[in-house]
């Protein structure tokens, strides 16, 4: 059996460090490895990157990161992700990372994802050359984010964003706003693709629990939604009591 | 006093241009009501110094309205239980 902590939008500033310190001090005992799904700055500022550094010292399992819209305000995305890695964080986008944990291959495919809408109320590669950047955007990193996927040969395979794929875990937030939070090319790419769950941030006044069309479970880990400072998710089953206990088993469910 | 001062529709755009440009916050996810005589700030920001910083602010861009706070900050705490995916 094996354990992957999620969480996103961290939005670390000097002011939550001390909290997040303390609430990230379990993960390394409860968990194998550690998603990270965005917005882990307020602005992406290169000192906010150093904190985020400085607090995940602390974490003694792999780290797989997307960076979010917050990370790339500052316009230093890139330093970001090159700061992170750096300090041992993969950085995916429309990349994968692969590892072994207890005898299980787990592949994680990331990208941050962008915005556009869903399926009848979405924008499209139309009109202004403004409107078609936007879209293609989205339409460039959900084929990136398929290919990576498609290229896992694992028995666990994860696809790690920052944007929602689906509707499903926007429930909460203003229908308005939805062509701001995710795009359905996203969720296209990944049952296109196949894999055995997603994760995403971005959307605070979301819910937790989505699926895609093909039925992968879809899991908002958006911190304002979990409300905790990481999901757990369990595949495979416990060796031992020791195990199971460790993984307080949650009836599956999508 | 400008129409864009005083109209809520404004009011509402204003507030919301102030909490994602102010450094401390850079906040998209605050939901704003305004009424003629209240703004109120709702939704969830990561800690209680962003909370008090957004109502001062709101307080000091637009004085003549008093600034309600149905804000959150979540709870941060590590887990007690997981889900089995398969």
């Known amino acids: 059996m094996i354990r992957i902590a999620a969480v996103g939008d961290l939005h670390l500033g000097p002011d939550g460090f001390d909290a997040w310190a303390h609430a990230l001090g379990p993960v390394s005992e409860q968990a194998d490895l550690l998603l990270l799904a965005g917005d882990l700055t307020r602005r992406g500022t290169y000192e906010e990157g150093e904190l985020v550094v400085r607090l995940l010292e602390r974490v003694r399992i792999p780290i797989f990161a997307v960076l979010g819209n917050h990370d790339h305000e500052a316009d230093r995305g890139e330093e970001l992700a090159q700061l992170l890695a750096s300090a041992g964080v993969a950085v995916l986008e429309g990349t994968y990372v692969t590892t072994e944990l207890h005898g299980t291959t787990v592949g994680v495919a990331g990208a941050k994802g962008f915005g556009g809408g869903f399926a009848g109320a979405c924008g499209s590669e139309f009109g202004e050359r403004e409107m078609k950047a936007f879209i293609a955007h989205t339409r460039d990193r959900a084929d990136a984010l398929g290919r990576a996927l498609a290229a896992l040969d694992c028995d666990v395979r994860i696809a790690l964003l920052h944007y929602a794929p689906v509707d499903a875990t926007l429930h909460g937030e203003r229908r308005e706003i939805y062509p701001f939070l995710g795009s359905y090319l996203l969720a296209e790419a990944i049952d296109g693709a196949g894999a055995d769950l997603v994760v995403h941030g971005h959307a605070h006044a979301g819910v937790e629990k989505g699926a895609t069309p093909a039925g992968i479970p879809v899991r908002n880990v958006a911190q304002p939604v979990i409300r905790a400072a990481y999901r757990l998710f369990c595949f495979g089953e416990p060796a031992d009591a020791r195990e199971a206990e460790a993984c307080a088993l949650v009836a599956p469910s999508r | ?86």
């Open chain 2, 1 to 86: 006093v400008s129409v864009a001062r005083t109209e809520p529709e404004y009011v509402r755009a204003e507030v919301q241009r102030a909490l994602a440009a102010d450094p401390m916050l850079a906040e998209l996810g605050v939901e704003i009501a305004v009424s003629e005589t209240a703004i109120e700030l709702r939704g969830s920001v990561a800690t209680e110094e962003r909370r008090a910083h957004a109502l001062e602010l709101v307080g000091r861009l637009f004085p003549d309205r008093v600034v309600r706070d149905a804000l959150r900050v979540p709870e941060l705490e590590a887990p007690t239980e997981s889900e089995a995916v398969r």
